[in-house]
């Protein structure tokens, strides 16, 4: 006699795919997801809108904001980023992990185009007639070029050129020579240089204007863990370990004054330590128009044209000059030398940009010859 066989009816395996599917769907619509995606730096889809008879767009409303709320969705993003690591399909090198960090991919540029942007930066320095100096940090990747297979080093060292132009040039600081250590002055997960870089900065720009190099330890210190970066975001890979935002403020009266007339006793906004942007804890993010005051320090007024690689050095350099005021083209309405006339008279003017903005951002290059 045959054993009796156990199994379900067609039937009711019907209705237990369709339960487990209508589950499912509820899982991801009820659970918890927020309108943010910090890991991906960027706002999930919104739900659908009522169905139109004119607009006929409602199914691919309904499958952005589903695919938005697929459960454990960040542990597949993941696995998907590794996989096309693994295969080699990254092939443009958006972020790349290499050596326990995520970099950013090389920066294209030519020395005629570093040439053309300090040619408009000595001009300029040149009608406020004041001393001018650049400060263009090598990149991470650069620097760790000589840890990586043949064929990303190639990529990576195509940045000579525009490293060899500046150096050529005699306003350039270089304040992050070749040979140096990347882990010691670069995060692991952001593309921003870490405390001990800025530090690199900030002595070598006083030590260059004979004013007095302060120890890290004169300066108010503040840490804050888990901070994720943009670059390591953008990699869709986890990072089993965040960084940590090593920041420093001058001790005593220091103020800043931003464009819109809002103002601040301190220079470090612990609060922004928490949010998807955890860099804005240095001067409370990018802004137009910055100025920062110290009536206590021996150095004069500094022009700041900057990118946000100097919002952790500008902290620094309020403890030795009394007057900042700080441009970022990309947030500025006015062109440069609309904002050398509202600063007045200065005593120097510093330009700080990554290797991609000095070459590659059209709005430096465009209200710079303004």
């Known amino acids: 006699m045959k054993g009796k066989r156990f199994g379900l009816s067609d039937r009711a395996a019907v209705l237990l795919a369709l339960g487990l599917l209508l589950a499912a769907g509820l899982f991801a619509v009820l659970w918890p997801h927020g309108d943010f995606s910090d890991a991906e730096r960027r706002y999930l889809a919104t739900a659908p809108s009522a169905p139109s008879l004119t607009a006929w767009k409602t199914d691919k409303e309904t499958e952005s904001w589903l695919s938005d709320r697929v459960p454990f969705r960040s542990v597949l993003v993941g696995i998907d980023s590794g996989a096309e690591v693994l295969t080699g399909r990254r092939t443009l090198l958006e972020t790349w992990p290499v050596a326990g ?4 991919q090389p920066v294209e540029g030519s020395a005629k185009t570093v040439e053309r942007r300090l040619q408009q930066f000595g001009k300029l320095a040149e009608s406020l007639d004041a001393p001018w100096q650049v400060i263009v940090p090598r990149t991470h990747g650069w620097l760790l070029r000589g840890r990586m297979n043949g064929l990303l080093r190639m990529q990576y060292e195509t940045e000579d050129e525009i490293y ?6 005699g306003h350039f600081l270089d304040v992050l020579p070749a040979g140096t250590n990347p882990e010691e002055v670069y995060y692991r997960t952001d593309h921003h240089w870490n405390l001990e870089g800025a530090y690199r900065a900030y002595e070598a720009a006083c030590h260059s204007d004979g004013l007095p190099v302060l120890s890290l330890d004169d300066f108010e210190r503040s840490r804050f863990t888990g901070f994720y970066g943009t670059t390591r975001s953008r990699s869709g890979l986890p990072a089993f370990s965040g960084d940590v935002l090593d920041c420093a403020e001058p001790a005593g009266n220091t103020r800043m004054i931003l464009e819109d007339g809002e103002t601040a006793d301190h220079l470090i906004f612990p609060e922004q330590a928490e949010t998807y942007d955890g860099y804005a804890v240095y001067l409370n993010g990018n802004h137009g128009m910055a100025e920062i005051m110290n009536p206590d320090a021996p150095g004069g007024t500094l022009l700041v044209y900057k990118d946000s ?6 902290p620094l350099l309020a403890a030795d000059y009394s007057r900042i005021v700080a441009v970022d083209a990309r947030y500025y309405a006015g062109s440069f030398s609309e904002a050398a006339a509202s600063a007045g008279k200065v005593d120097k003017v510093l330009f700080i940009y990554s290797p991609d903005s000095l070459v590659n951002d059209t709005a430096v ?3 710079a010859g303004r």
Do not use: I, R, S, V
């Open 101 to 104: 960090a995520f970099l950013e």
């Open 164 to 169: 060899g132009a500046l150096e050529a040039d």
């Open 309 to 314: 690689f100097a919002n952790c050095l500008l």
């Open 365 to 367: 290059a465009g209200k």
